[in-house]
């Protein structure tokens, strides 16, 4: 269980650093978008999204301030840093590269062995 | 984030705790109010909205729980709270708590306290510059070395830096009020340079101070110039007499200055040393080497040289240069006392580990208590290792108030161990609670939490959720794993405990062998102090003799005195000084093969006072004088040693063949019982006595150690009653007559054995505390566990169990405990025992009948631990038990 919840981790952070490098977003607005372009084919803990966002804004990569939100609550805002987004392209570019190799792999055929 | 920044938003994290933590709780409150909110918007009910939202969520307790992990600054958050809400639950079970600090209290207080002894004895370095690199050169690593040798020795080695000697010497203290005999040392000038000690007024010895007829120099011990002169700083260039003589003080030592701490511990003046005539002489044995080693030469080189020159020097002169060992000083001070201390060190850590198993089963039965606690905070989000955590930070609270209680409980303990601890041992007078002290007690008392917390905490936190919150009370069955661990650590107890009671009975079985030995004569109600004469009118060759005589008549003349005698120096004060004779119509032999024995000088009566029977011939008379021939009575051991098969009685011998001419003769008159002389468990050498009033040296040298006698008083009753009597009979005599050593036969018979009674005393107050801790052990875990069985033990009477049947079912349970712990120490007791074989008189490490006493010993206190409960499940009523659930 715990591979899993690594995995997961790792990737969740890359999501939350797409969903706010388009513009800062509150938490709950972090999970919509992600939804959102994510057509609906992801399914997000809701619980494990804001131990992530702690983690995230400890490292640095994203900066968080209060603000009033659409429905003119107080609300907890979230934007990518510089550090943060230098670290989302080369996470972004890991990520095509490894996602490549194992597409790359997945598809050989047994006689290209 | 910048190393800065990190560490601001660590600090915010950890400084605005209640800010940051409101802050989570509204941005997540946000969260789910707008999730309900889109909900509603797609036509759910409000308050359905909500709930749905929180499912959706999930744990929030949880969520909160990672987000402050993962913020960081959480560490000591969580440990803070941890902390308080350990000391609440330790002060919800009051009776736990005591139990289990006064436990760890007592475990942690003597080790320190042991520790401490350890510390100031053992480890600390001794006091001289660079300590390590001193050494000592002894005969056979203890003997005395004669002034010639040690002239060689230093003028033909190249491994030493440095090389001096140092010899007793004891003069009186005159010409002032309250005459003195003192202990002091003759010291070569390079002697104390040598140890790189600073004098704490004045200088040392220069060169050339040392040479004969220049040797008026004295300095001071702090404790003589704080008792004699008051701490006067202007003592410096003032004269005092000793023996008769002026010296000059040229210097004061400060006050934790020991010299040499393993044999001259009283000296307490120093003044440098001429060898006059003596710097030719290879026999008369008086100098004790020391030597610093060049930097770099190791202990194996210095011996490999000193081999080389004392087998050359061995050569020249046969008989002279054997056995001589190079030791490093710290094993001539310490060597003794190492093993005894760390024996007791062990014991003592039994002690505690015994505590820590004790501890151990308490928090486990109390975890068992705690499982719906333990099962809801699960519940809540509480993961595995945070669980542990809480409770290894109860334990540690736990430790820290017994390790508190332990530290006071170790000062006074060391109070009660200095005054227990026998003088013999040195640098006792230095045991403090230092930095090295407390680091231990730190140490031991982190270290205890893990040990008696970890098993149960971890077995704790493995709690079966849904199993305990669906029960209501008590399962009717206790966790099998559970139950095992709680018997490995009252069986571990148990073997542990046997392991110090084999030491124990051990000591104790070899302290009745010591104190059974016969010491040839009897200790009992005999008083004795030393009269010097030196420097008084007395010394007078003339009136020396008629002093003695009529000191010893009037003494006698006391009432409740039953006899008295004088001697040189009385068996068991240390002095086993020793001389060369010749046997008449023997070949003369080479030095170091010649007859020899213990050197004692005695007047007529000395046998009576101390009911020392002469076995053959008679004893000493008042006809024995100066002009009567020479006389002399050995013992035993001489006239076996000497004359095997043959009469002794008759024979001659003579102690100044080749020195006087013509040699005076001593006819052996009479044969007494090996008395015990030096060590107390060592066997007699042979031991000549000589008539004092025979005696040229001691009836006629103007030297303090000639020039004194020590009484030998008997009295009917209490011999210390005496002392004031027998001091003013000396002192009719003459008011300025130094007395000193005023002790009995018992308190020298007992300072002889004070090691080991140490030892014995110890073991046997650790091996008792071991015993109790795990009969509490053994009861704790038996009652436990009929507390849980209860229901088991109604349903077996009620389906026809006897009463006997039930009672037979627990004590079992107990005693195979008991068996099983007694197999694993009986192993370890044979196997650690080895270790105190040197600390053993007349008593095999492996003795059967003291580990057979101790195993049935320990198998009674066993079955009386167990009795108890069992008694009570014996009473349990079934209908009541079978209800009670």
């Keep these: 269980m715990d591979k899993q919840l690594d995995l997961l981790q790792g990737t969740l952070d890359m999501l939350i650093l797409k969903a706010v490098s388009l513009g800062p977003l509150h938490g709950y607005g972090i999970l919509l978008r992600i939804q959102q372009i994510s057509r609906d084919r992801l399914e997000i803990q809701q619980g494990s999204l804001y131990p992530a966002l702690y983690r995230l804004e400890r490292q640095g990569w994203i900066a968080s301030a209060w603000g009033e939100s659409e429905n003119k609550r107080k609300a907890k805002y979230y934007r990518l840093t510089a550090t943060g987004r230098r670290r989302f392209q080369t996470e972004a570019k890991n990520w095509n590269r490894m996602a490549d190799v194992i597409e790359g792999i997945l598809r050989t055929r047994p006689e290209e062995v | ?885």
Excluded at chain 2, 193 to 199: A, D, N
Excluded at chain 2, 287 to 301: C, D, E, K, M, S
Aim: charged share 20%; net charge positive; hydrophobic share 45%.
């Design chain 2, 1 to 885: 984030m910048t190393l800065w920044g990190r560490f601001r938003y660590w600090l915010r994290a950890i400084t605005r705790r209640s800010r940051v933590e409101s802050e989570m709780d509204a941005e997540l409150r946000f969260h789910m109010e707008t999730r309900a909110e889109d909900l509603a918007r797609g036509g759910v009910a409000r308050d359905e909205a909500l709930r749905r939202a929180r499912i959706e969520f999930g744990g929030v307790e949880l969520a909160k729980e990672e987000c402050r992990d993962a913020r960081g600054g959480n560490f000591f958050d969580t440990s803070f709270r941890d902390l308080r809400y350990g000391a609440r639950t330790m002060l919800r079970a009051p009776g736990f708590t005591a139990t289990a600090v006064m436990a760890l209290a007592l475990g942690i207080g003597a080790n320190a306290a042991i520790f401490s002894v350890v510390s100031a004895v053992l480890l600390r370095p001794l006091a001289y510059n660079e300590p390590d690199r001193l050494v000592t050169l002894l005969h056979d690593g203890s003997n005395p070395v004669a002034v010639a040798n040690y002239t060689d020795w230093r003028d033909q080695s190249r491994s030493f830096e440095a090389m001096g000697a140092a010899e007793y010497w004891t003069p009186n203290l005159t010409g002032i009020d309250n005459p003195e005999h003192l202990w002091g040392l003759k010291v070569t000038q390079n002697l104390f340079p040598m140890l790189g000690v600073e004098p704490l007024l004045g200088r040392w010895f220069v060169p050339g101070e040392d040479r004969a007829g220049a040797e008026h120099e004295v300095i001071l011990g702090y404790s003589l110039w704080q008792r004699r002169f008051a701490g006067d700083r202007n003592v410096l260039g003032k004269t005092v007499a000793l023996d008769g003589e002026a010296y000059t003080i040229v210097g004061v030592m400060p006050s934790d200055f020991k010299f040499a701490p393993f044999w001259a511990t009283r000296a307490e003046l120093w003044v440098p040393d001429a060898f006059g005539d003596r710097i030719f002489k290879r026999t008369g044995n008086s100098l004790r080497v020391f030597a610093r080693l060049n930097p770099g030469v190791t202990i194996a080189q210095a011996r490999a040289e000193m081999e080389t020159i004392t087998a050359r020097l061995e050569q020249q002169y046969p008989g002279t240069n054997r056995e001589v060992e190079v030791t490093p000083l710290r094993e001539n001070v310490v060597g003794k006392i190492e093993a005894p201390l760390l024996v007791l060190l062990c014991a003592v850590g039994f002690v505690l580990l015994i505590a820590c198993a004790n501890v151990a089963h308490m928090l486990l039965a109390r975890a068992a208590a705690r499982e719906k606690e333990i099962a809801v905070r699960t519940a809540l989000g509480a993961g595995r290792i945070r669980l542990v955590r809480q409770f290894l930070t109860e334990n540690l609270l736990l430790s820290a108030v017994g390790g508190c209680a332990g530290l006071l409980l170790a000062i006074w303990g060391i109070h009660a161990l200095v005054a227990l601890t026998p003088a013999s041992i040195p640098r006792v007078g230095t045991v403090t609670v230092d930095a090295r002290v407390l680091l231990f007690l730190f140490g031991i008392t982190a270290l205890t939490s893990v040990v008696f917390g970890l098993a149960p905490a971890m077995r704790a936190s493995a709690v079966n959720l849904g199993d305990t919150l669906k029960q209501s009370g008590r399962g009717s069955s206790d966790g099998i794993r559970r139950n095992r661990l709680r018997g490995f650590l009252v069986a571990s107890e148990v073997a542990l405990a046997l392991i110090l009671l084999v030491g124990a009975g051990l000591m104790i079985r070899s302290f009745v062998a010591l104190e059974s030995v016969d010491p040839g004569f009897n200790p009992h109600n005999v008083l004795s102090m030393v009269v010097s004469v030196a420097g008084s009118q007395e010394a007078d060759p003339n009136r020396r003799p008629i002093f003695y005589q009529q000191l010893l008549e009037r003494v006698r003349a006391i009432p409740g005195v039953q006899a008295a005698g004088g001697i040189n120096h009385l068996p068991l004060f240390g002095d086993l000084w020793g001389w060369p004779f010749t046997i008449e119509g023997r070949p003369a032999l080479r030095p170091g093969e010649s007859a020899g024995g213990v050197y004692r000088i005695i007047t007529p009566g000395y046998f009576d006072a101390m009911r020392l029977p002469v076995v053959q011939g008679r004893d000493i008379s008042e006809a024995d004088n100066a002009t009567a021939p020479g006389v002399v009575i050995i013992n035993q051991r001489a006239a076996d040693r000497y004359w095997p098969g043959e009469n002794p009685l008759g024979q001659r011998i003579s102690f100044d063949i080749g020195t006087a001419n013509p040699p005076t003769w001593l006819t052996v008159i009479g044969v007494v019982k090996n008395a015990k002389q030096g060590d107390w468990a060592a066997r007699p050498m042979p031991e000549v006595y000589l008539a004092t009033f025979q005696n040229s040296e001691y009836l006629s040298s103007t030297l303090s150690s000639y020039a004194y006698i020590t009484l030998v008083v008997r009295a009917a009753g209490d011999p210390g009653a005496m002392t004031d009597a027998v001091k003013n009979v000396v002192w009719s005599f003459d008011h300025n007559l130094p007395i000193s050593q005023i002790t009995t036969m018992d308190a020298q018979v007992a300072y002889a054995n004070a090691v080991p009674r140490f030892e014995m005393v110890l073991l046997g107050v650790f091996a008792f505390v071991a015993l109790a801790l795990a009969a509490v052990g053994i009861y704790g875990v038996i009652s436990y566990s009929v507390s849980r069985r209860t229901h088991e033990i109604g349903i077996r009477i009620s389906l026809g169990a006897s009463r006997t049947q039930v009672l037979l079912l627990v004590v079992k349970q107990g005693m195979a405990l008991a068996f099983a712990g007694s197999a694993a120490g009986l192993v370890g007791a044979l196997w650690l025992s080895r270790l105190m074989g040197g600390l053993l008189y007349d008593v095999p490490p492996t003795d059967p009948t003291t580990f057979a006493a101790v195993a049935i010993l320990l198998m009674i206190v066993a079955l009386a631990a167990s009795y108890i409960p069992a008694r009570r499940a014996m009473r349990v009523d079934p209908m009541v038990a079978l209800r009670h659930e």
